[in-house]
């Protein structure tokens, strides 16, 4: 399931908690598609705490504490990293990382805590979802089958990689408009994982995030930045980024596109990528200033300049994802839908 769906459903049982309508949530993929983004986004969003507990990390014990003697008795003390209403809040994620990297006997203390939501006298808060990540047996991480029973105890999703919605999440986080404009031109890069070579770096959401940092550290040193783009995201990934962005300095005037003028659209479809990454950036910088309307009128108009009307289409998307509904009161905007409007709507 892509992205945007999975946060729609993690939204529904973080509320769902405190309803009594909440079921703990599996989340599979391979590494690095992003698992452990989209639960903190759900405590981001509620400003809710999220308990990151790495299960591969733990022995039984961790999770259902030590034995002491309390009179003639044996008491078990709760571990502290378990969620506390004193201590965490009333509402929250207790989030069960790399669950599927568990040894079987960690599992199996986990099993009365996700369906119970309690281990002996302790009892997770009623306003608390639980939700768990792990790769796939077939991702080459330390991974154990997931027992039958531990299984049962979960809804299971399956995280999809979608480019859309990976660029929405780009723009917000203020990822290189390059490396969005270079995946927007070769999207199969987005992730490329084989297995079966057991790649030491290789292109995913979170590498494509370090080779953004990359390009802020060395993007002014010329002899270091192919290899450390290499480093972040592999060899073919790195090369065919750092020949995508010297290929730049051939893209038209943008300032003159914001001005207005009458600006050709490059006829290279890598460029074309290129500028609608550019503007849409320089939309987002415009956002709140009072050009901000003629910035985004101005793009709307070069938007209809673009020999293939679909690449217009992902650049009008791209800016309504970044920049809101302020898009649509633009008066050129019903010009450009207009334009575009035979390949929008369909019988």
């Known amino acids: 399931m892509r992205p945007a769906h999975l946060n729609l459903i993690l939204d529904k049982e973080f509320t769902g908690a405190l309803a009594g309508h909440h079921t703990p949530v599996m989340l599979w993929g391979p590494p690095g598609v992003g698992k452990s983004q989209l639960v903190a986004q759900v405590g981001a ?11 591969s ?3 039984p014990s961790d999770l259902r504490g030590i034995p002491f003697r309390d009179g003639a008795r044996v008491e078990w003390a709760i571990p502290a990293l378990l ?9 929250g994620i207790l989030f069960l990382d790399e669950i599927t990297s568990a040894v079987p006997s960690v599992s199996a203390a986990a ?8 281990l002996g006298d302790y009892r997770v808060p009623d ?4 939700f768990a990540a792990g790769n796939r047996q077939g991702d080459r991480g330390v991974s154990y089958t997931m027992p039958a029973p531990l299984a049962n105890r979960f809804s299971h999703f399956e995280v999809e990689l979608n480019l859309d919605d990976w660029v929405a999440w780009a723009w917000s986080r203020g990822i290189d408009e390059r490396i969005i404009a270079f995946l927007r031109f070769r999207p199969e890069q987005l992730f490329h994982f084989d297995p079966a070579q057991n790649p030491v770096a290789f292109p995913t959401p979170r590498s494509w995030e370090f080779a953004h940092r990359a390009l802020q550290k060395f993007g002014d040193a010329p002899t270091l930045l192919p290899g450390a783009l290499q480093a972040c995201v592999g060899t ?10 010297d290929s730049l300095d051939q893209m ?5 596109i914001l001005r207005g003028e009458a600006i050709k659209s490059p006829k290279e479809v890598d460029l074309q990528y290129a500028v609608a990454a550019a503007l849409t950036g320089r939309a987002i910088r415009a956002r709140g200033t009072p050009e901000a309307p003629a910035v985004y009128g101005h793009i709307l108009n070069y938007a209809r300049v673009f020999p293939l009307r679909e690449m217009g289409v992902m650049l009008v998307s791209d800016l309504s994802r970044a920049i809101g509904d302020t898009l649509f009161a633009v008066p050129q905007f019903a ?11 369909y019988d």
């Not at 969003?45 to 299960?55: F, G, N, T, Y």
């Not at 099993?111 to 309690?118: A, G």
């Open 45 to 55: 969003r509620h400003q809710a705490p999220v308990l990151d507990i790495r299960l």
């Open 57 to 59: 990390q733990m022995e």
């Open 83 to 91: 969620p506390d209403t004193a201590r965490h809040g009333e509402r």
């Open 111 to 118: 099993y009365q805590l996700i369906l119970d939501r309690r």
């Open 127 to 130: 306003g608390w979802a639980i």
């Open 236 to 245: 073919g990934a790195g090369i065919e980024l750092k020949a995508f962005i």
């Open 252 to 256: 038209p005037d943008l300032d003159a």
């Open 335 to 345: 010009d450009w839908a207009e334009s575009v409007g035979d390949i929008l709507l």
